[in-house]
């Protein structure tokens, strides 16, 4: 629109000095059936005689393909004919924020911006919320469920999180092509957190203990036995 509105104040890029300068206007021509106009204009800057051609834009119905973590939905949009795509566009719709991902034409070409007219399908991947998948894990017993988180919201491993009223720690961050044991990640790249029980008071006492008797060579026979009397005198 920007275009037509310098168009019509007679002023527009020359072809041959390649830069936007005032026109006159030599001749107009209004097609018959309304369409359009055609301009035969002599640039201000370099003299040049060009012609510039107004077609009034027609509505047409363009096909999206809406991809919303893991579920995809269509969806339809109708714009000029002379709307222009590109990819890593960013638009407005079904109350969310989309990016253009693919542009689907006719045949196996790619490109990388196309014409209304000439796409068959739009393909957008939703960034303004994130969907995680998590997994829980008590020994033998897991269940999953998913969340929606602002796409910049970061995760990291070990960190503890409560879930009805329980206790989990994060184990694992998966992006779909690796995951990380002890580091950090973004939620849009995540695509699956585990979550496991973290380990009671008592299991981390007697871990303590292990490890105090293990470090000192203390792995002798009867080990277990000494350390429940230890453990049984300390209380008493």
Known sequence: MDDVDEELN???????CNARHGHEILK?????????????????GCGHVHKVIFRDSKPVTVRFT????????????EVDDDEIFALNDEFEANEGTWIITKLEIEGDEKRRTA??????????????LARIKRTFSDADVSFSDMIEVEPDKVFSCGTIVKHRGETWRIRAL????????SGKMVAKNIRRIFLHRPPSPEEIAEKRIEDRGNW???????????QQKWRSGRHE
Not at 10 to 16: D, E, G
Not at 31 to 37: A, E, M, T, W
Not at 174 to 181: C, E, M, N, Q, W
Request: charged share 30%; net charge neutral.
């Open 115 to 128: 014409d209304a007219r000439d796409v068959k399908r739009v393909w957008a991947t939703r960034i303004d």
């Open 216 to 226: 000192k060579g203390q792995n002798f026979p009867g080990r277990e036995e000494h």
């Open 28 to 44: 107009e021509k209004v097609l018959k059936n309304g369409s359009g106009i055609d301009y035969l204009l002599r640039c201000e």
């Open 66 to 77: 809406l991809s919303d973590g893991a579920d995809s939905m269509p969806f339809e949009m």
């Open 10 to 16: 007679n002023v527009t890029r020359c072809p041959s």
């Open 174 to 181: 998966h992006s779909g092509t690796g995951r990380t044991l």
